[in-house]
C-alpha cells in the first residue's frame, strides 16, 4: 500500500518521541512491502517561531491532502504568556476543527508490567480495557470567549448534530467490543448536558437496541474510573470532561508516556498522538518515554490506513518490549525491573528488535 503520512514533531520532546515514532512506521512499511511518504511540517510553538502562526496554512493544507497525521505534541513555557496573543495550543485545536476530527478515541489496556506502577492497586486493574471516545471540536474549547477589566467567560454550546456523530462513532466501536456505553455528563447542572443525555438516550434507542447504555455524571465518574474501571467498556463524552478523565485514566496504564490516541472524522484522515504533553522540562534529554507515539502509530495503521495486522504487530511488539525490561524513566524509576531505564531512542529500538524478529528469522531460516 502507499499512503502519504504527516508528520508534525511540534515542541518539547514532540520531536523525540515522533522520531521514535517515525522508524517504527517505516519499519512496518520494510517489514509488510508498504510505501509511506513521510513529510514534516511545522505546528506549535515550533511555528509561532517560524511563522507566527501555530498552524500555518501550508501545514493544514498538507494535512488536508494527506492519508493520515503524525503528531508529538505541542507547547511549552516559552509560549505560555497569558498575555500572548498566539499560542501552540491553538494550532491543534484549529487542526483538529480544521480536518473536522470530532472522535477522539484514547484506548487504555494497562500492560502487566506497567500495573506495579500505578498508583492503583493491582487487583483493580487486571482485565481494564476502556475505550474513551471524547468529542473533540464542540463545547467549551471552541465557544465564544470574552474577556472584560473584571471578569471572562468562555461559552459552552453543543448542538444536536455533533452529538448525535460521536455517539453513533462510539456506540460503532462498542459493538466491535462488549456492548457496553456509559455517557458521561452533568445533566444535573448543564444544560448542554441535558441535551447531551437526550440525544445519547435516542441515538441508542433507535439505532443501537443491542447495546447497553449507562448514563454517568461526571463527578461520579471520576471516582468510578479508579475505584472499579473493570466494569467499564465504552466511555463517551464531552471535549472538557474527556479532556480531564482520560489524563486520570492514564495512570490507570501506569503512565501517561504509554497512552495513544487517535482523532478521527467522516473521512479515513485522522491525526495521531500521544497523549501527553510536550513536557519541557524533560525535552532534548533522550528520557521520555516514546510509546504513546509508538502505540499512536498502530492506531494511524489501524484507523486510517486499515492495516490491522499490522496495527497488532506495533502493539505486540510494544507490549514484548515492556515485557522484557525495556523501561524509560517514567516506568523505571518505579522500581519495576530493577534494571536501570532506558533512554527514548533505545526503548524505540527495543521495539524495532521484536517488530523485526519473525521477519528476521525467516530471513535466517531461508
Ligand atoms: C490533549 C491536550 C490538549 C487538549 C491541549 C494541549 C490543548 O491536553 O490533547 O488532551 O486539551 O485537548
Ligand atoms: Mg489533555
Redesign the pocket.
Known sequence: MRADIVVLPGDGIGPEVTRAATRVLQAVADRYGHHFTLSTHLIGGAAIDATGDPLPPATLAACRAADAVLLG???GPRWSDPQAKVR??QG??AL?KGLNLYA?LRPVQPHPVALRASPIKPHLLAGVDLMVVRE?TGGI?FGDKQRSADGASDLCGYTVVEIERVMRRACELARKRRRHVVSVDKANVLETSRLWREVATRVVAEEFPDIELEHQLVDSMAMHLLARPRDYDVIVTE??FG?IL??EASMLAGSLGLLP?ASIGEGRNGVY?P?H?SAPDIAGRDIANPCGAILSVALLLRHSLQLEEEAVAVEQAVAQALDEGALTADLAGAGLSGQPAIGTDATARAVLDRLCAPLCAVQLRD
Open positions: 505534541a505541542v507547547g501552540p495550543e491543534l485545536l483538529r477522539n473533540l474549547y471535549n472538557m479532556d482520560t489524563d490516541s498522538e497523549i504533553g
